[in-house]
């Protein structure tokens, strides 16, 4: 008796998981996808399902066929690889075992069916190589988003790289594997820190030469000096790299598919793939994965999905105004902010076209009907180049390009759509041809899938129109047949019929039977009567009884050459759908300043940040009139001079936190290109946008909330540029008071002069800098009523307002009894507090001055004598940290701050 591991089934089986490794195998058995071995021990713990086992105790566990994704999202989601083999043919027709492929390779960065992704949102593919060893190398990147065909490559210091991946919205991290069966420790901080699905790949593929030769292959060069890339580029390493992998799961090979004549498994190709771009990284203003989660630019900190009270929420969703209509739309607004642009004439340009649309209403109310309805065309171009688009998405994609003419006509002579209408205008040349030709061959009303057929028209293809005939028509075509037989013959009482058993037949009675005409072949005698046959009946009845079979592989075959047509013109859908994705932002960005009354920033080229009657983005949405508009002003413009750094004091509730992520975000949208929630405003170009926010910690990585905090702080003093921006919440929090105030009076010594700064802090002696640094420091408080006024149980009121000028009260207690804190511990809190107040007041006055250079001029990046703990900061190595590392640095930078203070 055989072994279950030794049936054709299982052979088959184990043949397919050697192909993919490091895959969870999906087997088709009939009605069920069934796994076996570890991969069932594995994925019934992930996801739940139930565990089973075969005779000799062989570990299983299956899904049924029609909820397959259902159950493959799961799979993705919990982090694994997936491969899917599928019965090629009906298990009844088979001889033998059923002839099976693995038709689908999934992962987490090369997700492309419709039920899958996320349709807001990218879900990119990367590959690293480090340049060098250690920390201080660089790192070569190249991003590929499948789903679209963009591919990007670039090179980023080694401290940076994370960022860069974040902005870019990667979902799977390629790396070269070192052998140790673990990521190498650099690699390892990246997967930790972005939670990233990271995928081993042999040594080989990231050799210069062989990732060259991969890329020349695959798009038919000789060079790549024409996409403006040298062969010694050493970004092509990882870029080869990840171009091997997409041929290895999306291009499926396998010879049973191919012995099988699958035809969709050898359209499969990766044409889509537009040619690798370096990006320019001074082309944008740098965000680092931190400013993006504690500005909530994708979601809110509390949540894992975007949702209300993110900055891109306000412009996603249906039926409000200032919102986008494509789903490529909302994609290039999440680019938009994730990666604002630097350039002064870029981010005009934008603002240049939103302007015309503000100010002409008619052409924005036309340019958003043509945007709806608009689908996903750069993801259905994906689909189509890997043979997984289905007839809805042929119908789809013929309607929007339909839609071209109209877009580049509205967008023409129009100074501020110039660079739009010229790539509008080169695609509608060819695609609106070929969405007239594809409409007229598909129905109004495509089915979902080809399994029952009904996408092409009538009276597209003779073949089908007959197939279809003789399947709707065979009684009228068998009485038609009757009525000449009986003309020809002279044989009134001749009858055409079907019996089940016997098929088509003619029949006539005994009498008339024995006249019969030669051409009548007899097949069958009955008590009273004899049955009969013709070629042409034999014919018929072939043809009805195979009609619908030769109906649906037509119409299959009709497909293909539908589909074979659109693949031709994938480039310019490509670009069709860029340009429309960037009307679709710019159109959200315009509705949303009509609707919110939004200005226009002037954007300049000094550092300087002056905004009147700012309001945060989002909760100006929400909270509408209600909210309280305030003033910032950084820096020296038009005969103003203010100094560039503000600390901001306040009781807790009052406002803060609030007031110096608006600027930011307001920095940020401006960047973007969009108007801001602003009375009026004129900003510089910032580089960069740091902040420190909130209190994390990072447990799994043996960091304290302090830790973290210095960290992220030693970062941006690090990395900080005149042109930045710096948005700093109660740093030195962490830690004692003395502590914490010592390492935030130095921080500010050093920011001061440097980076567009704001700093909120309850350390009140902090106020004292704006007389120690005049010029370069100013304060700024947070307005609060007490009635009665100064009385033990006064009630405040915030006033959302910011002043200028300090506060010497935080108002905690008053904040506690609000949050409803017990009255007995709010009571002993106010009998500590004057306790306290009286005999350990601090005394600014006793901080050294902050020793300046020999030319006696304080200088941001000029050398002077430090501060202890800001070095101390300083020599903090980001990502490099292990636990005990991390224990003893903090140590070390305590007991260096207190010396220094």
Not at 538 to 564: I, N
Not at 869 to 879: G, N, Q, S, Y
């Amino acid at each position: 008796m055989s072994s279950p591991r030794d049936t054709p089934a299982m052979q088959q089986y184990n043949r397919f998981k050697k192909r993919h490794p490091g895959c969870v195998l999906l087997f088709r058995i009939g009605d069920f996808y069934e796994m076996f071995d570890d991969d069932a021990v594995a994925v019934s713990k992930a996801i739940g399902l139930t565990l089973t086992q075969r005779t000799e105790g062989v570990p299983m566990a299956g899904v049924p066929f029609h909820q397959l994704e259902t159950y493959l999202r799961k799979l993705i989601a919990a982090g694994f690889r997936v491969a899917v083999a599928e019965q090629l043919i009906e298990a009844s027709q088979a001889k033998g075992v059923v002839p099976r492929a693995v038709t689908r390779v999934l992962t987490p960065g090369t997700l492309v069916d419709e039920t899958l992704i996320d349709p807001e949102a990218p879900g990119a593919l990367a590959a690293i190589a480090f340049t060098q060893p250690g920390d201080a190398s660089t790192a070569a990147f190249a991003v590929v988003e499948v789903s679209t065909g963009e591919f990007v490559i670039g090179e980023r210091a080694a401290d940076e790289l994370k960022d860069e991946l974040a902005r870019r919205g990667v979902r799977e991290l390629l790396y070269c594997d070192s052998g140790e069966g673990a990521p190498p420790p650099r690699v390892a901080r990246v997967l930790d820190s972005l939670r990233l699905h990271g995928t081993p790949r042999p040594a080989w593929t990231f050799r210069p030469g062989e990732a060259l030769d991969a890329l020349r292959e695959h798009y038919g060069v000789a060079t790549l000096a024409g996409f403006g890339l040298a062969d010694d580029d050493p970004a092509l390493a990882p870029a080869g790299a990840i171009l091997r992998y997409l041929r290895e799961t999306q291009t499926i090979a396998d010879e049973d598919a191919r012995a099988a004549g699958n035809i969709r498994l050898a359209r499969a190709s990766l044409k889509h793939l537009r040619p690798p771009r370096r990006e320019d990284a001074a082309r944008h203003c740098v965000i680092d994965a931190v400013s993006l989660r504690s500005l909530e630019i994708e979601r809110t900190i509390r949540g894992d999905e975007r949702g209300a009270g993110s900055l891109l929420s306000i412009f996603l969703g249906s039926g409000r105004a200032g919102v986008c209509r494509t789903a490529m739309g909302r994609r290039m607004v999440r680019d938009y902010l994730c990666r604002p642009l630097r350039d002064a004439d870029a981010i005009k340009a934008r603002q240049d076209t939103v302007a015309a649309l503000v100010d002409d209403r008619m052409l924005a109310e036309r340019l958003g009907t043509l945007l709806d309805g608009i689908q996903d065309t750069p993801r259905i171009a994906a689909r189509l180049a890997m043979a997984r688009v289905t007839p809805r998405d042929l119908v789809g994609l013929a309607r929007s390009l339909d839609r071209a003419a109209g877009l580049r006509d509205l967008t023409a002579g129009l100074p501020a759509f110039a660079r739009l209408h010229a790539a509008l205008n080169a695609a509608a040349e060819v695609l609106v041809p070929l969405a007239t030709s594809l409409l007229a061959s598909c129905v109004d009303d495509p089915p979902p899938h080809l399994r029952e057929g009904g996408l092409v028209r009538d009276g597209v293809d003779p073949a089908l129109d007959e197939a279809r005939l003789l399947q709707r028509d065979a009684g009228t075509w068998l009485a038609q047949y009757q009525q000449s037989l009986i003309q020809k013959y002279t044989l009134p009482s001749l009858k055409v019929g079907y019996h089940r058993v016997f098929g088509y037949h003619i029949e006539l009675p005994a009498a008339q039977a024995r006249s019969a005409p030669p051409e009548l072949t007899r097949t069958q005698t009955l008590r009273n009567a004899e049955r009969f046959t013709t070629p042409e009946l034999r014919d018929f009845e072939r043809k009805v009884t195979t009609a619908e079979a030769r109906a649906l592989e037509r119409e299959r075959e009709l497909f293909a050459e539908l589909c074979a047509r659109a693949h031709e013109h994938l480039d310019p859908i490509a670009r069709f759908g860029v340009a429309v994705a960037e009307l679709d932002a710019l159109l959200a960005f315009a509705d949303k300043a009509v609707q919110r009354g939004w200005t226009r920033p002037a954007i300049v080229e000094e550092p300087v940040l002056h905004i009147h009657g700012g309001r945060h983005p989002v909760l100006d949405e929400s909270l509408g009139s209600s909210f309280v508009p305030n003033d910032a002003e950084l820096g020296d413009h038009a005969g103003k001079s203010e100094p560039r750094l503000a600390l901001i004091t306040g009781p807790n509730m009052a406002g803060k936190s609030t007031y110096i992520r608006q600027t930011a975000l307001l920095v940020l949208l401006a960047h973007a290109g969009s108007f801001i929630p602003a009375d009026r405003a004129t900003l510089g170009v910032v580089d960069r946008i740091f902040t420190r926010l909130g209190a994390d910690d990072a447990l799994h990585a043996g960091q304290s909330t302090f830790m973290v905090e210095m960290i992220e702080t030693a970062n941006i003093l690090n990395h900080a540029s005149p042109h930045s921006l710096v948005v700093l919440d109660e740093v030195g929090r962490g830690t004692s008071t003395l502590d914490g105030l010592s390492l935030a009076w130095a921080i500010v010594e050093h920011l001061a002069g440097g980076p567009r700064t704001l700093f909120a802090t309850h350390y009140h002696e902090l106020t004292d800098l704006e007389e120690r640094l005049p010029g370069r420091v100013k304060n700024l408080h947070v307005a609060v009523r007490e009635w009665p006024a100064g009385g033990e149980h006064a009630e405040i009121v915030f006033l959302h307002r910011i002043l200028p000028g300090r506060t010497d009260k935080s108002y905690g207690l008053h904040v506690a009894r609000l949050a409803g804190m017990p009255a007995s511990v709010v009571a002993r809190g106010r009998e500590v507090l004057a306790s306290l107040a009286v005999h350990h007041a601090p005394t600014a006055s006793a901080i050294p001055p902050k020793p300046a250079p020999p030319d006696g001029q304080f200088s941001l990046f000029t050398e002077y004598v430090p501060h202890p703990a800001v070095e101390a900061l300083r020599e903090i190595k980001l990502d490099a940290l292990t636990p005990l590392q991390a224990f003893d640095e903090l140590r070390r930078l305590q007991r260096r701050a207190t010396e220094g203070s």
